[in-house]
C-alpha cells in the first residue's frame, strides 16, 4: 500500500473513529439495537425491573397507577428535536419505540413508550412530557388538616437546571376546598432533623420556608385567581409594591399523579415588606376568614387571644401584643364598617391607606368579587402599632371574573358569564371627593393595565401554559373542562366587561 492509500485509510479510521466517539457521547452505551420482537422474545417480563428513573441526569418522577414517568422538557426546545438519554445501572440498556435511537421530536400528549431490559429481564413503560415544573411530595401517612412529614421535590429545567429537594411537612389548607375531592395543601420546609423551618430558594420568584399548592378545583378554567392575583400586583405596584408570585405546576404524592396546581406563596411579614416585631412595637398582619359584623360600641381593648370573630392575628404570634393590637385595629376598622352606608372622606382616610383603599375598590368591582367585599378573604396590615391607616392585601379571587361559589354541585362553583353588568361589591361612595379619586383612579388605569390588549396578553400566556398537556390530564383525572373554551369565555367576559365599566364609570363622573 503506497504512502497515499496509507493516509486514506488512517483518515477515515479517524473520521469513524470520531462520529463513533460522538454517538458514544450522544447516545451512550445502555441504548439498544436490538428490536422489540427481539428484546421480548428472549427474556421474562418483570414489572418492578427499576424503581427509579433518571432522564439527562435529572430524576423523573413515577404515576404508578398508570405507569408513566414524567419529565419536564425545558422550553426552548419546544419547537425542535431533543436528545432523551435514560440513566440507568450497569447491565441494563433502553429502547424508545417508534423513535430513532433516542432522539424525539416534542409532541405533548402523547407519551413515549420505552422498554427496559437486562440479561434476563425486561419491563415496559412510557414517558410524559410536560412544560411545566413538577412537584414531588412523599409521606409515610395520610395527609390531613394536621402536619404529616414528608419529603418535597421541585424540578424545573424551563429556565436553568433547578431539581430542589428538603424535608417538610404537610398538610390539607382552606374551608370549601378540604371538602371537595382535590385538595390544596400547605407545605413546610424543614432541616434535616425536622427541628426548624428552612428556606429555600427556587428559581427567580421564591424564597421562604413556606409555601400553597392550589389546587384550583371549583375554577374550571383555572387562572381565574391567577389573573387576579396578577392584576392587583401590577394594579397595586404604584404605590404598596406587594407581588405575590405563582407558577402552574403538575404535582405527584406517593407516586400518584394529582393533577394541575398554582404554586404560590403565602401571606406573611417579608413579602408585605413589614418589619419585625420589637419589644415595645410590632408590625400587624389580620386575615379575615368570614362574614364579620362590628360596631364602634363594642370593647375591644381586653381580648388576649390570637382569634376574635372572624379575624385572625397572623403575625405577630406574641401574645403581650394581642390586646393593643384588637384594641387597634378593630377600633378602626368598627368605625368604618359602623358607617358603612353614610362613608366620609375623614372616615376612610383615617381608616385606610387612602391609595390602597381606592386601588382595592376599582380591583374588587370590576373583577366582580362576590367573596369578599372588604370583609372577607383579606388580609389586613399595618406598619405598626403606632400607624393611624390599614393596609389591605386581597386573598383567595377565584370566585371573580363571572365565577361565584354554590353549595350545589360537586364543584361548589357556578358559572355566569352575564354578570358582566353588575357590580356586586361598593363603588360608588356617598362622598364627592371619594367618587372623584376613584374616576380619577380608573381612568389612568384604563389606559395601561384595564385594557384589552393587557388582558389579551395574559390569556394567550396561560393558554399557551396550559395546553400542551397539564390540563387534559388533570381534566382525564377530576373533571371534564376544555381549558381553551373556558379562556376565551373569559376573555369574552373582560371584554364585556370593559365596556360597561367604562359606562358604569362616566355615569358617575356625570353625577
Do not use: C
Not at 445502555?30 to 427499576?50: G, Q
Not at 424503581?51 to 419536564?72: E, F, W
Not at 357590580?423 to 385594557?451: G, M, Q, W
Amino acid at each position: 500500500m503506497n504512502n497515499t492509500k496509507f493516509k486514506i485509510v488512517i483518515f477515515i479510521i479517524l473520521i469513524v473513529s470520531l462520529v463513533l466517539l460522538t454517538l458514544y457521547g450522544i447516545f451512550g452505551t445502555s441504548v439498544s439495537l436490538l428490536s422489540v420482537k427481539e428484546i421480548k422474545t428472549s427474556r421474562t417480563l418483570k414489572n418492578d425491573l427499576i424503581n427509579s428513573l433518571k432522564i439527562n441526569n435529572v430524576d423523573s418522577v413515577y404515576d404508578k397507577q398508570n405507569n408513566i414517568y414524567y419529565y419536564t422538557i425545558p422550553e426552548k426546545y419546544e419547537n425542535g428535536i431533543y436528545i432523551l438519554k435514560l440513566g440507568l445501572k450497569k447491565g441494563y440498556k433502553y429502547k424508545l419505540i417508534d423513535n430513532t435511537l433516542n432522539i424525539i421530536k416534542i409532541e405533548y400528549n402523547k407519551p413515549i413508550k420505552v422498554i427496559i431490559y437486562n440479561d434476563k429481564y425486561f419491563y415496559e413503560t412510557k414517558i410524559e412530557l410536560t412544560n411545566l415544573p413538577i412537584i414531588n411530595i412523599k409521606t409515610e401517612d395520610d395527609i390531613t388538616t394536621n402536619d404529616t412529614i414528608s419529603t418535597f421535590k421541585y424540578i424545573n429545567l424551563n429556565n436553568k437546571k433547578q431539581v430542589v429537594s428538603n424535608n417538610s411537612m404537610i398538610h390539607i389548607r382552606g374551608a370549601s376546598s378540604a371538602i371537595v375531592d382535590k385538595k390544596s395543601y400547605k407545605v413546610e420546609i424543614y432541616n434535616n432533623k425536622y427541628s426548624e423551618e428552612k428556606n429555600i430558594h427556587i428559581d427567580n420568584f421564591y424564597l421562604g420556608s413556606d409555601f400553597i399548592l392550589d389546587a384550583v378545583y371549583k375554577d374550571p378554567s383555572k387562572i381565574r385567581n391567577v389573573l387576579a392575583t396578577k392584576l392587583w400586583n401590577d394594579i397595586s405596584n404604584d404605590f404598596t409594591k406587594v407581588d405575590i408570585y405563582y407558577e402552574f405546576v403538575e404535582l405527584f404524592i406517593n407516586d400518584e399523579y394529582m393533577g394541575l396546581y398554582v404554586f404560590t406563596e403565602p401571606i406573611n411579614r417579608k413579602r408585605l415588606n413589614l418589619n419585625k416585631d420589637s419589644q415595645n412595637d410590632t408590625s400587624i398582619i389580620i386575615k379575615s376568614n368570614d362574614w364579620n359584623t362590628l360596631n364602634n360600641d363594642s370593647d375591644f381593648k381586653n381580648i388576649n387571644d390570637d382569634k376574635y370573630l372572624g379575624y385572625e392575628i397572623k403575625y405577630p404570634n406574641d401574645d403581650k401584643f394581642y390586646s393593643d393590637i384588637w384594641n387597634k385595629f378593630l377600633t378602626k376598622i368598627s368605625n368604618y364598617y359602623d358607617d358603612f352606608n353614610s362613608l366620609t372622606y375623614d372616615i376612610i382616610n383615617d381608616t385606610w391607606n387612602l391609595n390602597n383603599y381606592i386601588d382595592m375598590i376599582i380591583y374588587n368591582a370590576f373583577i366582580n368579587n362576590s367573596d369578599n367585599k372588604l370583609v372577607k378573604n383579606d388580609y389586613f396590615y399595618m406598619k405598626s402599632l403606632k400607624s393611624n391607616e390599614i393596609y389591605i392585601q386581597p386573598w383567595d379571587m377565584e370566585f371573580s371574573f363571572g365565577l361565584h361559589f354554590s353549595s350545589i354541585g360537586k364543584k361548589l362553583s357556578v358559572k355566569d358569564l352575564n354578570d358582566y353588568n353588575q357590580v356586586y361589591t361598593s363603588f360608588i361612595h356617598t362622598d364627592p371627593k371619594i367618587n372623584e379619586l376613584l374616576v380619577s383612579r380608573y381612568t389612568a388605569l384604563r389606559k395601561n393595565i384595564l385594557t384589552k390588549k393587557y388582558f389579551d396578553k395574559l390569556l394567550d400566556e396561560y393558554k399557551n401554559k396550559l395546553i400542551k398537556g397539564a390540563t387534559k390530564r388533570d381534566s382525564d383525572k377530576w373533571y371534564k373542562y376544555d381549558i381553551e373554551q373556558e379562556i376565551e369565555e373569559i376573555r369574552t367576559w373582560i371584554s364585556n366587561r370593559l365596556d360597561y365599566f367604562d359606562e358604569y364609570v362616566s355615569d358617575l363622573k356625570n353625577e
